[in-house]
Nanobody
Framework: QVQLVESGGGLVEAGGSLRLSCAASGRTGSTVLMGWFRQAPGKEREFVAVIHWSGDFISYGDSVKGRFTISRDRVKNTVYLQMNSLKLEDTAVYYC??????????????????WGHGTQVTVSS
């Protein structure tokens, strides 16, 4: 089993920045990809970003490209999501997730076996 714990969410004004962290524990060696999804009230869970533990593969959802940056610290088993130029529409619960293998469709929730409980990000005007 793999446990994922997110932190770093909060309230921020539009145009501001936040950095989310996801600490992984347990059988982290069984994971290959680490990702972030988000879900706003009444909407489906949306792909945000994914990174291979090696750092060689990174992908972003279209709505966050150029504003968000995903990174990882393999020693700390932690993945980060740096969010800049935040917009009102970025308001959501952000979930960390882990996949056991590489996939060509990292934007699909079904590719991931483990999920954190989420951290709320609220962007105000």
């Amino acid at each position: 089993q793999v446990q994922l714990v997110e932190s770093g969410g909060g309230l921020v004004e539009a145009g501001g920045s936040l950095r989310l962290s996801c600490a992984a524990s347990g059988r982290t060696g069984s994971t290959v990809l680490m990702g972030w999804f988000r879900q706003a009230p009444g909407k489906e869970r949306e792909f945000v970003a994914v990174i291979h533990w090696s750092g060689d593969f990174i992908s972003y959802g279209d709505s966050v490209k150029g504003r968000f940056t995903i990174s990882r610290d393999r020693v700390k088993n932690t993945v980060y999501l740096q969010m800049n130029s935040l917009k009102l529409e970025d308001t959501a619960v952000y979930y960390c997730t882990a996949a056991p293998r590489y996939t060509r469709t990292p934007y699909r929730t079904r590719e991931y076996d483990y999920w954190g409980h989420g951290t709320q990000v609220t962007v105000s005007s």
